[in-house]
C-alpha cells in the first residue's frame, strides 16, 4: 500500500487488517477523524448521533485489539455502531444511513458479517454474546466474543438474568460496560486507571491464582475469610460488587477516551483465559462535538442538521403531533382527576410524557427500560383505584406481552395503554415499526382496543379510556403530525363499540381503522370518478366490534374493504370472523382486507411504505376495481 504523507489516516483504512497496521500513537488521530466523518455523515441523514460519539475512542481500540469479525462484537441497541459502521467496510454507504435502500440505523446480520446479531431494542447483547460463546465451547474454537451496553440498557432486567447466567456457565465472555452518565461509575481519575490495569494484568491474575490454591488448602471457615477479604479490598479501590456477586471478574472503572488506557486494559481482558469479565468505561455521550455536549439529551436523536451551527432541519406540517395532543389531553384529564397516573419506560420525551412530569412530577413514573415492570406496575396502581396510563411504544410493547396477558387481562385491570408509533415509523425500520399490537391485544377477552381516525379522535379516546374502569383498554396513534382538525376544547368519551359512517354511498365501503381514513376518504373520491358510490366508515374500535355497522355495511353494499396499518390478524380478522359466523359471506358479499403485507419492511419514507403496502387511496381503489372486475385506469382518469 503506498502511503501518501498528507493522507488522512481514516482513508487508509480499507479494511480492519489495515487498521491493525497502524502503530498505536496514530489511533489517537483516527479517533479524531473518525468522529468527524460520523458527525458529517448524520449531518445528512439523521439518526443517533449522541451515542455514537461517545464511544469513537472505544470502537478503534476494540477493532484493534480483537480479531473481528471472527472474534465476535455485539452492540447493544445499535444506536453507537455508526462509527463501527465506517470502520468496517460501509464508509462509501454511510450516507444512505437509514434511508431507502441504505444501510440500516441498527446493526444487521444481512449487512456485514461484523455486525453478528441484529440489534434495534435494548438490553439484548449479553444473553446474545453468552449463546456464542457457550457455542464456541462446544464447538471447541477459540475466537472472543464481547458485548458492548450501555448503563441505560442496565436498567433492563434481561441484562442481569443473562448475566446471572454467565456467571453459573463460566464460560469466557467480555461485557463492556459503557457508562455514558456516571450512574455508576466513581470519579474516574489516575488512580482507578492504574488499579483497573493492575487487577487485570497477569502479574495480579497469577498471584490470585496462587493465593485461592493457597487457600484451597486451609479449612472452610478460613478460606471463605481469605475470599471475602480479598473482594472487599479489591471492591472498595475499584467498585463492582454487584458485578462480581454476578460471578463476573470487575475491571475498572477507566476513562473510555484514553486510548493510552484502552489499549493495555483491553488487551489484559482479552488475553484472560476463563470466565466471564466485565470492563466498565467511562464516556460522555456527544463526545468531541459541542452542540451535543450542551444539549439535554446530548443530541441522542437528529434531523439532519448544519455541523458548524448544529441546528436541526425539522420542519413539519404545521399540524400538532399526535404526541403533543396526547400529551395535551393526558394533561387536562389529570388536572381534573388525581386518580390519573403516568407511566413510561425510559421514554418520556419520545411519549409526551415530559410534559405530565413537568405539571405532575409525583404522579409520573419512568421505570428505565423496563417495560415488564412498567406494566404489572401500572396494574399494582390500578388495584388501588389509581388510573394509569401506560404509554409506550408499539414495537416496546411487545417486550411485556406475558405482563399484559397474565397480570393486566385476566385479571381485568383497568391498564390504559397509550401505544405510540403505530404502523410504519420510517427510517427506524422493522425493528421500530408498529405493527402488530392489533393483533396481539385483540386477542385477549375483555380488552378494549381503539384507533384514532385523527387528533380529535385522539383526545375523546384518551377521554374514553380513563372512563373505563372495569377492564384493561388501548389506542394507538401514530409517530408525526396529525391532519390539521380542529381540537375540541376537551375529549368526550365515546360509546364503546361504536363506529360512525363519515361518508354515505351504495355500491362499495370502505371500512378504515385508524389514521388510514384520510386514504378511504381520497379513495372514496377518485371511486366516483368511475361512477362508483362510496361509503366510508371510521370503526374506531377493534374490539369490541360495531357489528350493527359491519352488518350494515354487508347488507348495503357489493364490496366491503377493510383498512388498517397493521399487521395480518389485527382489525380485519376480526371483520371476517364475524361475516363469516353470520353468513354474510355465503350471502355474495365481496369482501377485500388490506393490511400490512405478512414480511419484515425496511426502511423508507412512512407514505412510501404505506403506499407500497397498498393502503394509500391507490391501493383501495385498486382493491374495489378488482372485486368488482372493473379494469383500474390512471388514477383520475376515471372509466371509459
Known amino acids: 500500500m503506498t502511503v501518501r504523507p498528507n493522507t488522512p489516516l481514516l482513508d487508509r483504512i480499507d479494511s480492519i487488517a489495515t487498521l491493525r497496521d497502524l502503530d498505536p500513537s496514530e489511533l489517537r488521530q483516527l479517533a479524531d477523524e473518525l468522529r468527524q466523518e460520523t458527525i458529517s455523515a448524520v449531518s445528512v441523514t439523521g439518526g443517533h448521533l449522541g451515542a455514537g460519539l461517545g464511544v469513537v475512542e472505544l470502537t478503534v481500540a476494540l477493532h484493534y485489539v480483537f480479531n473481528t469479525p471472527d472474534d465476535r462484537l455485539i452492540w447493544d441497541v445499535g444506536h453507537q455502531a455508526y462509527p463501527h459502521k465506517i470502520l468496517t467496510g460501509r464508509r462509501d454507504r454511510i450516507r444512505t444511513l437509514r434511508q431507502p435502500g441504505g444501510l440500516s440505523g441498527f446493526t444487521k446480520r444481512s449487512e456485514s458479517p461484523f455486525d453478528p446479531f441484529g440489534a434495534a431494542h435494548s438490553s439484548t447483547s449479553i444473553s446474545a454474546a453468552l449463546g456464542m460463546a457457550v457455542a464456541r465451547d462446544l464447538d471447541e474454537r477459540d475466537n472472543h466474543v464481547v458485548a458492548v451496553i450501555g448503563d441505560g440498557a442496565m436498567s433492563a432486567g434481561m441484562a442481569y438474568e443473562a448475566m446471572n447466567n454467565a456467571g453459573h456457565l463460566k464460560s469466557r ?39 485461592k490454591s493457597l487457600a484451597n488448602a486451609l479449612p472452610r471457615f478460613f478460606r471463605e475469610k ?161 388510573r394509569p396510563v401506560a404509554a409506550i411504544y408499539s414495537t416496546f410493547l411487545q417486550r411485556a406481552y406475558d405482563q399484559v396477558v397474565h397480570d393486566v387481562a385476566i385479571q381485568k ?152 396499518e397493521g399487521a395480518v390478524g389485527g382489525f380485519a380478522a376480526h371483520v371476517l370472523e364475524h361475516l363469516a359466523t353470520t353468513g354474510a359471506l355465503d350471502a355474495g358479499l365481496k369482501v377485500r382486507p388490506l393490511t400490512m403485507p405478512d414480511r419484515f419492511v425496511d426502511q423508507d419514507k412512512p407514505d412510501a411504505m404505506v403506499a407500497s403496502a397498498g393502503l394509500d387511496a391507490t391501493g383501495i381503489v385498486a382493491a374495489a376495481l378488482e372485486a368488482l372486475g372493473t379494469p383500474q385506469r390512471a388514477v383520475g382518469s376515471g372509466p371509459a
Request: charged fraction near 20%; include cysteine; aromatic fraction near 10%.
Open 173 to 211: 465472555l467480555v461485557v463492556v460496560l459503557n457508562d455514558n452518565d456516571m450512574s455508576i461509575a466513581p470519579p474516574v481519575g489516575a488512580m482507578s486507571g492504574y488499579l483497573a490495569k493492575l487487577v487485570s494484568g497477569r502479574t495480579y491474575r497469577s498471584f490470585r491464582r496462587w493465593a
Open 226 to 386: 481469605l475470599r471475602l477479604t480479598e473482594e472487599f479490598a479489591r471492591s472498595f479501590w475499584t467498585g463492582g460488587t454487584l458485578f462480581e456477586e454476578l460471578g463476573f471478574y470487575y475491571v475498572g472503572p477507566i476513562d473510555g477516551h484514553n486510548l493510552d488506557l484502552l489499549l493495555p486494559v483491553l488487551k489484559n481482558v482479552r488475553d484472560m483465559q476463563s470466565g466471564p469479565v466485565l470492563l466498565h468505561v467511562v464516556t460522555k455521550k456527544g463526545k468531541g462535538y459541542e452542540p451535543a455536549e450542551q444539549s439535554a439529551d446530548k443530541y441522542h436523536g437528529v434531523a439532519r442538521f448544519d455541523v458548524v451551527t448544529g441546528q436541526q432541519d425539522k420542519r413539519g406540517s404545521g399540524a400538532p403531533s399526535y404526541t403533543s395532543v396526547f400529551s395535551h389531553a393526558l394533561v387536562q384529564a389529570a388536572e381534573k382527576d388525581d386518580r390519573v397516573v403516568a407511566v413510561t419506560a425510559a421514554m418520556p420525551s419520545g411519549t409526551g410524557l415530559d410534559a405530565f412530569h413537568a405539571r405532575f412530577p409525583d404522579r409520573c413514573f419512568d421505570v428505565g427500560i423496563a417495560e415488564q415492570h412498567g406494566v404489572t406496575f401500572a396494574a399494582g396502581l390500578a388495584t388501588e383505584g389509581y
Open 413 to 564: 385491570l383497568p391498564v390504559r395503554f397509550a401505544i405510540d408509533r403505530a404502523g410504519y415509523v420510517g427510517a427506524d425500520g422493522p425493528t421500530h415499526a408498529g405493527s402488530f399490537d392489533v393483533t396481539y391485544l385483540g386477542c385477549l377477552p375483555g380488552f378494549v382496543v381503539m384507533a384514532p381516525a385523527d387528533e380529535a379522535e385522539l383526545m375523546h379516546m384518551v377521554a374514553t379510556a380513563l372512563a373505563i374502569d372495569d377492564r384493561p383498554s388501548s389506542f394507538r396513534y401514530p409517530r408525526g403530525s396529525g391532519t390539521g382538525v380542529e381540537l375540541p376544547d376537551a375529549g368526550m368519551p365515546l360509546e364503546i363499540g361504536r363506529g360512525r359512517i363519515v361518508r354515505e354511498g351504495s355500491h362499495i365501503a370502505i371500512l378504515s381503522f385508524g389514521t388510514v381514513l384520510a386514504g378511504a376518504f381520497a379513495a372514496a373520491s377518485e371511486l366516483d370518478t368511475y361512477g362508483l358510490s362510496a361509503t366510508v366508515a371510521d370503526a374506531r374500535f377493534a374490539k369490541p366490534l360495531d357489528t350493527d355497522l359491519i352488518d350494515r355495511l354487508a347488507r348495503e353494499h357489493e364490496v366491503l374493504i377493510t383498512v388498517e
